[in-house]
């Protein structure tokens, strides 16, 4: 059973048919006629289009599991991907969830823990603190840090509930909401402290694992392009990571992995501080990542398939020596949203889709003309993924596959995408965290308005 929507669940079921697995799709009302739904073998629905009554619910997907016989349950990402409550679940009811241990989910999934672990294994964080339950309480911990700094929410991820403070007045402003955010978002309020680093990448190890104590990494992927934190462009291998320190990440990364004997694929990720070239341990993310095509691409490996081999019990098919990463990927994140107006959601109808597959071009999408892009979901169409011998040829055919789409019926990131291609900081790789913020969206603003 696929227990997800749009590109992730296309990428399952195809991944499963090659497998020769059949395949059902849990579906929201909304989902019925989708791309997933017209692929699967069976499709089961599983209530209204809201998440909350459909995708997001435990035992409906559970319960549509063991009413359909599905021996094995898919995620995919988002959701109730790094929800314990389903594997547990699904542990109760003789399913195999294809992804890690609830106690690896619950362990990883509370940053402040995953911290502390990480610096009893001898590597390094970024300085911060433990929880803070108050506004008074945090006043003197974050003179202690420095500003400026972020806090950020303990149950956190995609950048919900995280805040900058450059000074103490912003934390009387940010503090209650950040843990109202949290608290709506994760259903746990709690916050902590984290110093923040201005000139900073944002670098992630593709880690891989099974029950029989074989982790393997697949090399780094570059995540720096945010924007709210949200990630809109990945790259294969990262433009800013000496060889030296790269080699030193994917060491720690297998190490916070052996240290919890983690199964199946995960992200182990690090900032890294340009100005120092020091990088300290970020989180890591217990499920298959919106971005790893790009280490597919690069490494000729499937992630997808190789979930389900060690789900079903079978060890890695892989060894350390068997990932030879080569070449340079890039994705771009297709979004039905209006960058103009503040990246405004767009959904509506599309009347027409012309997204090139071209050699050396990736396309992971459920669209189709004439596909209703619901308004209760992700905005994410489609990922565009290019491969070259080298980033400047990566580079230089993700540009013209871009200006080879055409997507008509609503509004996409498209023309911003392009925009970032043609861009002299990101062509030489001088980009940090928050560049695309603080420089491209202003540069981008002025250029449409001419």
């Not at 909304?30 to 435990?58: F, H, N, Q």
């Not at 396309?363 to 905005?379: E, I, K, R």
């Amino acid at each position: 059973m696929v227990a997800n929507r749009s590109e992730i669940a296309v990428r399952i079921i195809r991944a499963c048919q090659e497998l020769g697995i059949k395949t059902i799709l849990a579906a929201s009302e909304a989902d019925r006629e989708s791309m997933p739904a017209l692929l699967a073998d069976r499709v089961v629905c599983i209530g209204p289009p809201k998440a909350t009554e459909s995708y997001l619910k435990v035992g409906a997907i559970v319960m549509a599991a063991v009413g359909t016989g599905a021996e094995a349950i898919h995620p995919g990402y988002g959701f109730l991907a790094e929800k314990p409550e389903l594997p547990e679940a699904c542990s109760r009811y003789g399913i195999i969830f294809v992804g890690p241990k609830a106690e690896q989910i619950r362990q990883m999934g509370d940053k402040i823990s995953a911290r502390q672990m990480a610096k009893n294994l001898g590597i390094l964080v970024i300085p911060g603190s433990g929880m803070v339950q108050n506004l008074d309480e945090t006043f003197p911990i974050a003179e202690k840090i420095g500003y400026p700094l972020l806090l950020k929410a303990a149950a956190g991820g995609g950048g919900r509930g995280m805040k900058i403070a450059k000074k103490p007045e912003d934390l009387k402003i940010i503090f209650p909401e950040a843990h109202a955010e949290a608290q709506a978002a994760f259903g746990d309020g709690r916050l902590y402290l984290e110093k923040f680093i201005p000139n900073a990448r944002h670098v992630e190890i593709q880690i891989i694992g099974d029950r029989h104590g074989n982790v393997v990494h697949l090399g780094e992927r570059d995540c720096s392009l945010q924007r709210r934190y949200q990630k809109m462009l990945e790259e294969a291998p990262s433009p800013g990571v000496p060889p030296e320190t790269r080699k030193r990440m994917s060491q720690a990364a297998i190490k916070i992995s052996q240290a919890i004997q983690y199964e199946s694929a995960g992200t182990v990720e690090f900032i890294l501080d340009q100005d120092s070239g020091k990088f300290y341990f970020l989180e890591m993310n217990t499920r298959i990542q919106v971005e790893h095509p790009v280490t597919e691409m690069t490494t000729g490996i499937d992630l997808v398939k190789e979930q389900i081999r060690v789900a079903a019990g079978f060890p890695l098919s892989l060894s350390q020596g068997d990932v030879r990463p080569s070449g340079h990927a890039i994705e771009c994140r297709i979004n039905a949203e209006f960058p103009r107006e503040g990246f405004r959601p767009f959904p509506g109808r599309i009347t027409d889709w012309r997204i090139p597959n071209e050699h050396g071009i990736r396309v992971d999408t459920h669209c189709y003309p004439g596909y209703l892009v619901p308004p209760y979901y992700d905005s994410l169409l489609a990922k565009v993924i290019s491969l070259g011998q080298d980033r400047q040829e990566a580079i230089q055919r993700m540009q013209s596959a871009l200006e080879k789409c055409f997507v008509s019926g609503l509004e996409t990131t498209i023309p911003f995408h392009r925009f970032i291609l043609n861009h002299e900081d990101f062509r030489k790789g001088k980009i940090h965290t928050r560049w695309l913020e603080e420089t491209l969206l202003e540069e981008y603003e002025r250029h449409e308005r001419n």
